[in-house]
């Protein structure tokens, strides 16, 4: 095999959306045989430019080549089927079904029947191939994440790709999950499969990557090979960032100290079910101090929905008990909770945050309506909450133009910068925020996170369950980990930082085996 | 066999085909929703292929043309529905109630002609040969029209169609998880096109047993809720095909039950006497209504979630990225 | 940021048709929103858009189609339509006749449109315009002789109350278990007609009726007033009433607010501590009262007595004019009147030989082509929500160039 025989040839990629050149004449070369990192910003058009070679876009100038043979895709069906195969941040799986129906839903033979048979027996081959463990015949409901990720890996490998992008693909694993990815890509490579992996956490890219393409605002800025250490990442940093003013990828965040030690929300022993019944949160304690932000850190679905919805008010709490101060919350409804002074940020802007087809003024006074300040007897004084509205607008900085539009059309920082304002506006003493920043772009994330820190400042203690370490870590005083409904771990934010690894093991539960053992 | 006067074997032949009609409207709107589109026309649905199939009998004479006619007709205007909530994207209830307005008011305008004409060829029922001799069942299913014996063997054949052939595995992945389905290069508005299409037809053939079948002759709004009660035999079923016989069954039972108590009259223990036929002819809605409760008890106490195809009721709308 | 996006903003305003829907997401690229006029008339030219062009067009398509189904059947739609017409509206009589149909439209529309704020599919207003109508008749016919005026006034009571309990079973089983309302609603109906049916073939049956199945006739007291001599009762009073009602409680209330909030989006109602079981319970019964209403006002006003065929399918016709009037109360009044005049023209119907189906005919094309028209329109809008999302790319903001990514 030529070691720098080409798999992927890009040439001058341009994609346009209305108004915006998302990718503007991008090169790409991605030799067989490597791991090549492609890294940037949000927007950068990192995504852009993989939907154009996984056949979701059309690209509309420039050429694809795969393996010097010029390609044109009309659908993913067409890249699936000239080798490209995809594996998107969000899987693209049926949940009720096993992982061989998965895998079949793509196949089209046998014409009538489905031969899961066969699919069950080359799966189970693949699998031991390439080091990806799946069980065939189990449900996707059923599996982790990374276990998910393994079967959208082996699903393309079923399809015949040579050619395996992967859309930042260690945004929801833990540690050790990351860690055996990375080694089942550097194994695919070795094989002679070329893998495209989209990031911008410089750490894995040091770690796994051949080479990296730098994109910066639609451009490809520079195409490096990676050898690793502290130098190359800062300067990819730099390019990545470039010239911007308003966003430093270190970006220390002012280390804030809180001196009280005034425990204001304490949950104690809660045990609560999900919707299924099962209990999730088994026993859990947790308390936080006036000023204080502590961090709960983890790998989605361990129980943090759960959490702050049950602190909330919103979910039943089946033994245990929740403190604001000395004000017993227990299962006290989530109007009076709130009213007691504990707000809360839910994790679903769109679905649980707002009323997304309400206007802005209707979302903003969704926890406040019944109040006496808003209402004139059975009636809402729309006056007042118009002024409130336009006052909180431009203290956080929303960007609207019309506040009587649906709040669906907000983006997602602007709109998490309305649910903020609404609900620090309301002078909470404890405040949950959950994924506060995700899916928002830099400049946002900052003032997001500076304005947690302020409140902070001002005294309110906050509970901030994310699923982001890099956050969890700056923000935090303390970082708790929860695992399996429980705290399997708790640190300092200092001392955290140096102790990833012991991090790592408290998210795959390590302490909570120990546990059961002795 | 009787009791208080009942023909117990009787009853039960009517429970069977009683509840055909409606076997077959459920079973067309499982397959309907299974594909992730929710079909509350199923009464005007049904109205069109009973007025369709009984107007294609008068004229053509045979029952073939008029079956051929209801599934046709079934589809036609299943076709608006399909339009309406894949391609324009409406809300599926408000559409689907305006499927059954409309079907209802264009059967009953079309339909007046037909008032108290009986047609030429009726389903008659076709005894098995040696099946009709067993004890007991013989009579009660191999006495039925051939209508019967198709809706008894499409009911399995769905549910292996649903769940074990590639066919079956993409209106699964549609109905639960469409961008998934899209992804995979499968045509989701195509999908839902052809299934509310063949639900709508097989609603129609449940119509058609009306009039050619149950009770050879048209009236305005024959099928007095028979839609309506499919509706609901779709969540009572869990959307699976073999549990839509016993849902099927239990509302033929009810209609059956009723006709039974008002022939036995005087028969009956003293407590049953004079029911007056008014309450007995509600007990199919009141027990539709009951079994759903049921379904919905035995979701809440087990907490259970309703196995519902994730996607019912939800137009799909491709993300652009991911 | 603001030299710059002055500068971008004029470069592209050259680049915009002259377009109403475009003129709003302009504005939108100020912030923050000075309140300015241009916006405020291109906001208001939409909605009007929306609430009268598109309902008027649809309809007028949709009789233009129903027109092509009389002419593939042998009628010449425009005799059709022109009697039709003049049924419905081409004297005062006639007029006076639509109006008194419209009063059980208005009444169940404004039913089903509060229902429908919340989401709650209440399929069910013919079924609680019985109930109503029951319960007011059975008032009736046991106090109309001894209680004098104040007959009116408990009548009206027992058609809210006994709208409301019926309407409040799909309510309960919806808010506790969980149980679709639209097939409880239905199967309720099913059951109340019949047995309706029921009190009218025995125990309520008028002894001098010659075996009709019918009561009664309530006595002068139990009959509501008449605006002069026409047809026209006081129901049309109770109608606009409650329009004025259902409008400031939608509008106004803290509990519009919520209702509305339910209807958008349960999980943020739950969220913001909206207790939804209750909601569910009140809106159905408020929903069933007003239905009941239009029984009650159906008997007292018009038939006089309980009978068969008291509702020419008011409670689905409801469905439409709701839906037509974009659940705006206001425009229910104006949409009932004008479906008052088509079920009225449906009785002329029969005496040129048309089929009773056919009002109900140009019902559902109705609807399907009012759901049509507000599909296009909406495609129409998101593209100009797209295209506020983009002018406000074109300003360098980051957030915004997300969205489109995505």
Do not use: C
Request: charged share 15%; proline share 4%; aromatic share 8%.
């Amino acid at each position: 095999m030529n070691e720098t025989e080409l798999a992927v040839r890009l040439v001058n990629v341009t994609k346009r959306f209305p108004g915006v050149t998302a990718n503007d004449s991008i090169s790409l070369a991605v030799r067989v045989g490597e791991v090549h990192a492609l890294l940037g910003e949000n927007g950068a058009g990192k995504s852009t430019l993989m939907s154009i070679l996984a056949g979701l876009y059309q690209p509309d100038e420039g050429q694809i080549f795969l393996w010097d043979k010029p390609s044109h895709f009309r659908s993913p069906a067409d890249a699936i089927e000239a080798g490209v195969g995809m594996v998107w941040q969000h899987f693209k799986l049926v949940p009720n079904q096993t992982v061989a129906e998965n895998v079949a839903l793509g196949l089209h033979h046998p014409r009538f029947g489905l031969g899961l048979k066969a699919v069950e027996k080359k799966l189970a081959e693949l699998s031991a191939q390439h080091g990806l463990e799946v069980k065939p015949t189990a449900l996707i409901r059923n599996l982790s994440v990374g276990e998910q990720q393994r079967v959208e890996i082996i699903k393309t490998l079923y399809y015949g790709a040579k050619v395996l992008i992967l859309d930042e693909p260690t945004a929801n694993l833990t540690p050790p999950e990351a860690s055996g990815l990375f080694k089942a890509m550097r194994r695919l490579a070795e094989q002679g499969y070329a893998i495209i992996f989209i990031s911008h956490k410089l750490d894995e890219i040091g770690e796994v990557a051949n080479r990296a393409t730098i994109l910066k605002a639609g451009k490809a800025v520079a195409t490096l090979p990676i050898e690793g250490g502290e130098a190359e990442k800062r300067k990819l940093a730099a390019l990545m960032v470039g010239g911007s003013t308003e966003t430093s990828l270190e970006a220390p965040l002012s280390d804030h100290f809180h001196l009280s030690t005034k425990v204001l929300l304490a949950a104690k022993n809660i045990s609560v079910f999900n919707d299924q019944a099962i209990t999730v949160l088994n026993n859990l304690s947790l308390q936080v101090d006036q000023g204080e932000i502590v961090s709960v850190v983890g790998v989605a679905g361990n129980g943090q929905r759960e959490l702050a919805e049950a602190l909330a008010g919103l979910r039943r709490i089946e033994s245990g008990r929740v403190y604001l101060g000395d004000r017993d919350l227990t299962n006290k409804g989530s109007r009076l909770i709130s009213r007691l002074g504990l707000a809360f940020v839910p994790e679903d802007r769109l679905s649980m945050g707002s009323a997304a087809g309400l206007n802005l003024e209707e979302n903003f006074i969704l926890k406040s309506y019944w109040q006496s300040s808003l209402k004139r007897g059975p009636f809402i004084s729309w006056g007042k909450a118009r002024q409130q509205l336009a006052e909180a607008v431009s203290q956080y900085d929303v960007r609207v133009g019309n506040l009587k539009a649906p709040a669906r059309l907000l983006s997602g920082g602007n709109l998490q910068k309305l649910l903020l304002a609404r609900e620090i506006g309301s002078d909470p003493k404890a405040l949950i925020v959950a994924n506060p920043t995700r899916g928002l772009d830099i400049g946002a994330t900052r003032y997001v996170q500076n304005r947690l820190i302020q409140q902070a400042e001002s005294g309110t203690a906050i509970l901030l369950i994310t699923e982001d370490l890099d956050e969890a870590l700056a923000l935090g005083n303390r970082v708790l980990v929860l695992y399996r409904g429980r705290i399997t771990g708790e640190l300092p934010a200092q001392t955290a930082r140096q102790s990833l690894s012991q991090i790592g093991f408290w998210m795959t539960g390590a302490r909570a085996k120990a546990k059961d053992e002795g | 066999m009787s009791l208080f006067g009942i023909d117990l074997v009787l009853l039960l032949a009517t429970t069977v085909s009683a509840g055909t009609p409606v076997m077959l409207a459920t079973l067309g709107a499982i397959f309907n929703e299974r594909s992730g589109v929710l079909n509350l026309g199923l009464e005007g649905l049904m109205l069109v292929g009973a007025l369709a199939g009984f107007a294609a009998t008068n004229s053509s004479g045979s029952v073939w043309v008029g079956v051929l006619a209801a599934l046709l007709a079934g589809a036609a205007l299943a076709l608006i529905h399909a339009f309406f909530t894949v391609t324009l994207q409406v809300n599926q209830v408000v559409s689907g109630l305006a499927l059954t307005l409309f079907g209802t008011g264009l059967t009953a305008y079309l339909g007046r002609g037909f008032i108290g004409i009986r047609t030429p060829d009726t389903f008659n029922p076709v005894v098995i040969p040696l099946l009709s001799d067993i004890p007991l069942f013989g009579p009660i299913l191999f006495k039925q029209d051939l209508l019967v014996y198709l809706s008894i063997i499409i009911a399995p054949l769905l549910y292996l169609y649903i769940y074990k052939t590639r066919p079956g595995l993409q209106l699964r992945a549609v109905g639960e998880s469409p961008a998934t389905a899209d992804s995979m290069g499968i045509s989701v508005a195509g999908i839902r096109y052809f299934y509310v299409l063949i639900g709508g037809a097989l609603a129609g053939l449940g119509g058609a047993y009306l009039t050619l079948a149950s009770n050879p002759a048209w009236l305005e709004n024959i099928t007095a809720g028979r839609g309506w009660i499919a509706v609901a035999l779709v969540i009572f079923a869990g959307w699976n095909p073999l549990r839509a016989i016993l849902g099927a069954y239990l509302f033929g039972g009810m209609e059956a039950l009723q006709f039974s108590l008002q022939a036995a009259g005087n028969d009956l223990p003293l407590f049953l006497h004079d029911i007056p036929s008014f309450f007995l002819k509600m007990l199919p809605y009141i027990m539709t209504l009951a079994a759903l409760v049921l379904v919905e008890w035995r979701f809440k106490v087990s907490k259970k979630q309703s196995n519902a195809p994730a996607a019912l009721g939800l137009p799909y709308i491709r993300q652009e990225k991911s | 940021m603001g030299k710059s996006s002055n500068k971008k903003q004029s470069m592209s305003d050259k680049n915009q048709p002259k377009n109403i829907l475009i003129s709003e997401s302009q504005d939108s690229k100020m912030p923050p929103p000075p309140k300015s006029k241009p916006r405020v008339a291109s906001g208001m030219l939409i909605r009007i858009g929306l609430g009268l062009g598109v309902p008027l067009l649809s309809v007028v398509v949709a009789f233009t189609t129903v027109g092509l189904v009389l002419a593939t059947t042998g009628k010449d739609p425009i005799v059709v339509y022109g009697e039709m017409y003049r049924s419905a509206f081409g004297d005062e009589n006639a007029l006076a006749d639509t109006l008194v149909k419209a009063i059980p439209l208005i009444l169940t529309g404004l039913a089903v449109a509060i229902a429908f704020s919340a989401r709650l599919w209440n399929i069910g207003a013919e079924g609680q315009f019985f109930a109503g109508a029951i319960a007011a008749s059975g008032m009736a016919l046991a106090f109309d002789s001894v209680l004098g005026w104040f007959i009116l006034p408990v009548m009206f009571v027992a058609g809210i109350i006994g709208g409301a309990l019926w309407a409040l079973i799909p309510g309960i089983l919806r808010a506790y278990l969980n149980v679709n309302e639209i097939i409880s609603t239905l199967m309720l109906n099913y059951v109340i007609i019949l047995f309706s049916d029921y009190l009218i073939y025995s125990p309520w049956r008028d002894p001098q009726g010659f075996n009709f199945p019918l009561t009664r006739t309530f006595g002068d007291n139990a009959t509501l007033a008449t605006f002069g001599d026409s047809r026209v009762h006081l129901g049309l009073v109770f109608g606009i009433v409650a329009a004025v009602i259902v409008g400031l409680i939608l509008s106004r209330t803290t509990w519009g607010f919520e209702l509305k909030v339910m209807g958008d989006n349960p999980t943020a109602a739950r969220y913001a501590g909206i207790n939804i079981t209750r909601n569910i319970l009140l809106v159905m019964a408020f929903s069933g009262g007003l239905a009941g209403l239009a029984g009650m006002s159906e008997v007292t006003g018009v038939v006089h007595k309980l009978q068969q065929g008291i509702s020419s399918g008011y409670g689905f016709t409801a469905i439409i004019v709701a839906w037509l009037a974009r659940l705006n109360p206001w425009g229910i009044v104006l949409v009932a009147v004008l479906f008052g005049g088509l079920i009225n023209s449906g009785y002329a119907m029969k005496g040129i030989g048309i089929a009773s189906g056919f009002v109900t005919l140009i019902q559902g094309a109705v609807l399907f082509f009012v759901l049509a028209g507000e599909a296009l329109l909406r495609k129409l809008y998101y593209k100009q929500d797209l295209k506020r999302i983009l002018s406000t790319a074109v300003l360098g903001r980051t957030p915004a160039r997300e969205e489109v990514a995505q």
